[in-house]
């Protein structure tokens, strides 16, 4: 079966340092997401990305974030002058389209910011 | 208003039992009710979904049965195995919204034998 893979699995990094994580969405698939999970909380949205630009994002996805599709396959979030607050699980996801279409999620990269 | 509660947050059954979790949500514009079971160490993964034009839909051992004027909807894991102990997570979506996935708090499920 497809799936979503995610590279690093777990960095651990300073504060204040940039983070970039990565991602290689399934590769028909035309939606790509970025969430984020905080240890024992629910799953939530930073943003989604569609046709080379961001599509929608949400409160948390701030000017400290960004995101790029850089060649046809990888997808990565980039975290700038990370806190500890951007401890989490951040997963990748993806879609072939919008709507009822199966969302499959990578398996995570955990971020520790110390 | 984006909000999708979910209770229990911990739920403990004996195989071979009915799990039951229950969401609510109040915006009226979500139109798509994903399940997702997460392992840990592992991202979401889709169970079963249901749209709000029918009441239930059965997968297997799984069942969402959705309420649309009470904007409510459970899941119902019937004959719970050992290895449905996870946490799941209610979700909802709208179809304006790029699939951006509100997801309700989980509820950690242990099945004991």
């Known amino acids: 079966e497809p799936e979503v893979t995610q590279t690093p699995s777990h960095q651990v990094t300073q504060m204040g340092q940039e983070v970039i994580l990565r991602c290689v969405p399934i590769?028909?698939?035309?939606?790509f997401y970025w969430y984020r999970q905080i240890l024992g909380q629910k799953v939530e949205f930073l943003v989604s990305?569609?046709?080379?630009?961001?599509?929608?994002k949400s409160e948390i996805f701030d000017d400290q974030f960004s995101v790029e599709r850089p060649d046809g396959s990888n997808f990565t979030l980039k975290i700038r002058s990370t806190k500890l607050e951007d401890s989490a699980m951040y997963f990748c996801a993806s879609t072939r389209g919008s709507y009822g279409n199966t969302i499959y999620f990578g398996e995570g990269s955990w971020l520790t910011v110390v | 208003q984006q909000q999708v509660k979910q209770s229990p947050q911990s739920l403990i059954v004996q195989k071979g039992g009915i799990s039951i979790i229950n969401c609510a949500y109040e915006?009226?514009?979500?139109?798509?009710f994903p399940w997702y079971q997460q392992f840990p160490g592992k991202g979401p993964a889709l169970l079963i979904a249901?749209?709000?034009?029918?009441s239930e839909k059965k997968e297997g051992r799984f069942t969402i049965s959705f309420n649309k004027s009470a904007k409510q909807f459970s899941l119902h894991i019937m004959d719970s195995q050992p290895g449905d102990s996870a946490t799941y997570f209610c979700?909802?979506?709208?179809?304006?919204?790029?699939?951006?996935?509100?997801f309700g708090t989980g509820t950690k499920l242990q099945v004991i034998p």
């Open positions: 590769s028909n698939h035309l939606y």
């Open positions: 249901i749209r709000p034009d029918v």
């Open positions: 915006n009226t514009a979500f139109d798509y």
């Open positions: 990305f569609y046709n080379n630009e961001i599509s929608e």
């Open positions: 979700a909802a979506s709208d179809s304006g919204g790029y699939q951006k996935v509100t």
